[in-house]
């Protein structure tokens, strides 16, 4: 493989957001999210599912507790995804098999918060939960509250369903970013220990497994990028090639011979370089790309990179929702295929988009293009964005892109949409994730190599690089219009993303326009003023796609729009716009004249032209809907 | 109630059909069908499902032996709907909980082909079946293969989920067809001591319960007016008014105490004289709306009637397939809310269809007006006829406004969907039902009261009334016209239908219109000639269904069309008609001038208007889909 011009993204210690639009979001976050998780985590949130995850780490540490003192704990079975409380004796495990992960994405997300907002009482808190988690931990670093409760003999026997090297992968990832916030190493070295395990436990030699749900590959590479310890990239890599090699290990696993289809869920019924699409289960499918894609950098390892690139183009040219969700199909959370993106339906999970977001950047850090940061912004603005309530107190998981109450009450196919977001799942992967990106949002806006400084996203901020201190100060969701004050340590070049969403635009000083990037030689302290020209575009999907064929999609800048009954009275697919309606911007919603069809109660009659009345048409920001009840959406509108 | 001037449907013997349209289609269902699920009953079609209908009544007849001679036979769990072959002991039950169903919906179908045409060899085949039937009935009349071989100690304790009363309704039906075809009263009389001991087991002071499944109403109705013992209609009667009221049954059977909100699956949410709209299970709807407006009938019961006039209009108006299919969500084989008609995911159970051409029929007979048999020509000559192959050995369950072969393979939301017949299904309700139904066509023809002779389906017959020897030469379903040849034998008024697609039409003779029909006083012999004018039309559906809004449906006459991939090519959504588009009948098929919209390739990109190519659209009967293999289909098409 040549040797490319790799870039990497800046951390939060070198970047601090100060921006109108994601002050707002990211102080939500501090201020009304991470306590209401810390709360949730301990099951004290009134009216909200329980999650068990504490008292999970309570139960396990009183097994570790025991253990050390001789006795032989209980055992109860480990043959479920969820255990209810309701079946069980009150000393097992409850919850989702995964319910640990959920304390690790928060102790995540605190990291990145204190990185940005020391807050001493916080630190203090997480501190409490990491001396629990600790105190559950096995002698020989293994650590997953199910087993430890249920039965420590059957430790990773069920490696296909169960999630103990996932939650691992998250263990790690939060214990980086608390000690990258703290220095405190307690933590880290926990997950030391635990990855040391992973490592002598699988091996071509010894346990040929890896992964059911993708995650530990992106730890073990993080880990190895803390510690320098080699044997944690090896053992990434290992669960990289080894996934979907035949004999299957999920068969052997089993007990049975299997064609391999069904581990299509898992990205696992072929090995992983053969892959050209994007399928399974879709939070699962992006985790495990993304993680491809950083070891395809650090190992120089094209063809790995030619299989990221070929499923990323699957996804952005062929799975990908008008608002940056994938995973259409509610069945399995996953990937359908191709051109498959029904709107009602979708499924278009917070976390898969959140982990796109990612998936994006390391394919940007191997492939200068700013496509992957276009989908990243995409994702960013709109679905995930979408996943939480303006007081960050509730969130969907789901994210259509047309929803009917009466549809989502009565139809059972609907079953997963919900019209209002729900204030904590006891499956809560979504919530903490949308924490976690928003508190590190700062590692997704720029990247750099020897000579260039990238400006991926443009979000306000306070830059402290090697080549140069930068100020954005950016007003680009609004007027599009971006300043750069730039202090140069030493002369580069500074390279400014040109969204695709953007036909004309203007930049002070001389650029030269390549791969969807304006290269400015930077060699004295300057200013730089951008102007992207903001418009009002209608958007037609592929007419591959049935859902769409015959209507548009309203964006501006980057945000989606969407109608709400609120706003526009029931019965919204009755609502169209004409070829050349006016489309006003106003006070950050748009403004239409359309035309709305009159009912016809008359089940079917011989076809006569439809009556139109003249009306106007509010369409909101995608990513504020639901924020007034229960009512009719839909982002798509006839043309 | 005022006396009303109820009708009656002429029976098979009162009638024989002759006609170019169904002669071929009644004729495939003697030579092919029936002889081919008598073979499928004994498990004896290659590459089928196995059925285990005879292997059970062989087992059932067993463990009777055992009982006469004192013998305590093995139990087995009685837990499930289905009885796995690999999960059983070879001598328990197997298959569905309403598998016996199957043996008596042949004999039913079997009855009725003998009286239209008498054949010894079929006619002992059946008998042969009845002997065996009959030996595994037990003593006190009780028979149900489920519960006689595996537990005789647990009978009538799961009314909600089992079949007994369900198995008992088809042992009737059944009975009662062969009884009329042979005057062989061995299955009658089986069916009517089974009768007796559920006339003597459920009564107020007893056994409050009443079918999960119904059909039991209906079978002991017509038990009734086969035998004239009145307590049959008395236990239909109680059934009917014991469903749905409060303390909910099925809540004290399972010992539970819940809103019935889930009992709406069973339409025992509440007593059904409130009911007012079509819900739950759509077989199980139309079977007890059918018993209902039977009930109705017979007791001049005015606050039943108009519980089933309600529901009617609920079907007719907002829950109707343009293809008379009902039943629109697959989950729970159910009834949707209101205008939810979904295409590609539509459910529309053969069966239900079936179930709705005769809850047409009853309503009729209470109420005259053209509209009831309307729906149920739509029914019959769409969904009912596409239900069979044309060869009569492959079938369609559900029956889709639209399939594409990729998302019925990679779509588990479709998996219901299938784009070929299948062979038979273990599960195998529809293909008997429909060679029941084509058996019995003659008894959905006509109707007639003291004075008037209604002709309501246009199917060329011979008919032997009262009133008079009438001769229907039809050529309905291409040209329109019909002759009748009437000998009179007293006075009477002829009813002629004016089917609801016809808005011009001549009939030679003097005739007054109302309620849909067209009154001719007929008091000598006399030839009447009717061309209903058949013309090709454009229907459109309600712009509250969501799927079919700016589409089209093509038809002619009773007939509706659909495009097809084997003369269109793939892609049929980007098909498109203008509105004044030359539309052309030739050979069978509809010809129409088109356009094809160029497919476009890229996911997201301004709006631009899309090209189009001229091109030819060839549209076949719905019913004639899916016998070229497995292919794309629409019935819609935008215009």
Chains 1, 2 share one sequence.
Not at 132 to 148: F, H, K, P, R, V
Not at 380 to 399: H, I, R
Request: charged share 25%; with cysteine.
């Amino acid at each position: 493989m040549d040797k490319r011009n790799y870039t990497n993204h800046l951390t939060c210690n070198e970047i601090k957001i100060d921006d109108p639009f994601w002050n707002k979001v990211i102080g939500t976050v501090r201020e009304n999210m991470i306590p209401y998780q810390y709360l949730a985590l301990q099951d004290k949130i009134e009216s909200a599912e329980k999650s068990y995850c504490i008292e999970n780490f309570k139960k396990a540490a009183e097994i570790v507790r025991q253990l050390k003192n001789g006795q032989v704990p209980q055992t109860y079975p480990v043959d479920k995804w969820h255990y209810d409380e309701s079946n069980t004796d009150d000393k097992a495990f409850h919850g989702w098999v995964f319910q640990d992960s959920d304390v690790y994405k928060w102790i995540e997300a605190v990291g990145y918060s204190l990185i940005n907002h020391p807050d001493n009482e916080l630190e203090d808190k997480a501190k409490q939960y990491i001396d629990l988690i600790c105190s559950a931990q096995l002698e020989n670093g293994y650590l997953d509250t199910l087993y430890i409760i249920n039965d420590r003999s059957k430790i990773f026997t069920n490696l296909k369903d169960h999630h103990e090297l996932y939650c691992f992968g998250h263990m790690a990832l939060g214990a980086i970013s608390f000690y990258n916030a703290t220095s405190d190493r307690k933590l880290l070295d926990a997950s030391c220990r635990f990855a040391d395990l992973i490592c002598e436990t699988f091996d071509k030699n010894k346990n040929e497994g890896y992964p059911g749900h993708e995650l530990a590959e992106k730890a073990l590479i993080k880990l190895y990028e803390v510690t320098g310890c080699g044997r944690y990239l090896d053992t990434a890599m290992f669960f990289i090639d080894q996934r979907g090699q035949k004999p299957f290990y999920f068969d052997r696993e089993r007990g049975v011979e299997t064609s391999g289809e069904d581990y299509r869920y898992n990205q696992a019924h072929m090995p992983v370089r053969e892959q050209k699409e994007a399928t399974g289960h879709a939070v699962r499918g992006v985790y495990l790309y993304s993680a491809m894609a950083q070891a395809a950098k650090i190992r120089s390892d094209e063809s790995l990179y030619k299989a990221c690139k070929n499923i990323w183009e699957n996804i952005a040219e062929k799975k990908l929702y008008i608002t940056g969700g994938i995973g259409a199909n509610a069945d399995g959370e996953s990937f359908s295929f191709d051109y498959d993106l029904p709107n009602d339906l979708a499924y278009a999970e917070t976390c898969a988009s959140v982990g796109l977001i990612a998936f994006a950047r390391d394919m940007s850090e191997i492939e200068i293009n700013s496509k992957y940061h276009d989908v990243a912004e995409l994702a960013l603005y709109n679905t995930v964005l979408s996943g939480m309530a303006s007081d960050g107190k509730s969130f969907f998981y789901v994210n259509p892109l047309e929803t009917d109450p009466v549809a989502c009450e009565c139809d059972s196919r609907k079953r997963h949409v919900k019209p209002v977001r729900q204030k904590w799942f006891s499956c809560a992967c979504c919530p903490p994730n949308i924490a976690k990106i928003f508190s590190s949002l700062n590692e997704y806006i720029c990247t750099q190599n020897d000579s260039t400084f990238f400006i991926n996203q443009y979000i306000g901020c306070d830059i402290n690089s090697q080549m140069a201190d930068i100020k954005i100060i950016s007003d680009y969701t609004n007027s599009g219009k971006i300043s750069l004050n730039i202090n140069v340590k030493k002369p580069f070049t500074l390279a400014l993303r040109i969204p695709s969403w953007c036909n004309n635009f203007s930049i002070s000083g001389n650029y030269k326009e390549s791969g969807g990037y304006a290269y400015i030689q930077i060699d004295s302290d300057c200013k730089i003023d951008i102007a992207f020209d903001i418009k009002i575009r209608l958007i037609k999907c592929s007419n591959l796609v049935r859902d769409n064929i015959g209507k548009v999609a309203v964006t501006r800048g980057p945000i989606v729009y969407c109608m709400e009954e609120a706003d526009n009275g029931k019965n919204l697919h009755l609502l169209r716009l004409s070829d050349n309606s006016a489309l006003k911007y106003q006070d950050g919603f748009i403004l239409a004249d359309g035309k709305r069809e009159r009912p016809e109660q008359e089940l079917y009659s011989d076809y006569t032209e439809s009556k139109y009345d003249n009306c106007k048409i509010k369409f909101i920001p995608y990513y504020q809907w639901a924020n007034r009840g229960s009512n009719e959406m839909s982002v798509y509108i006839r043309i």
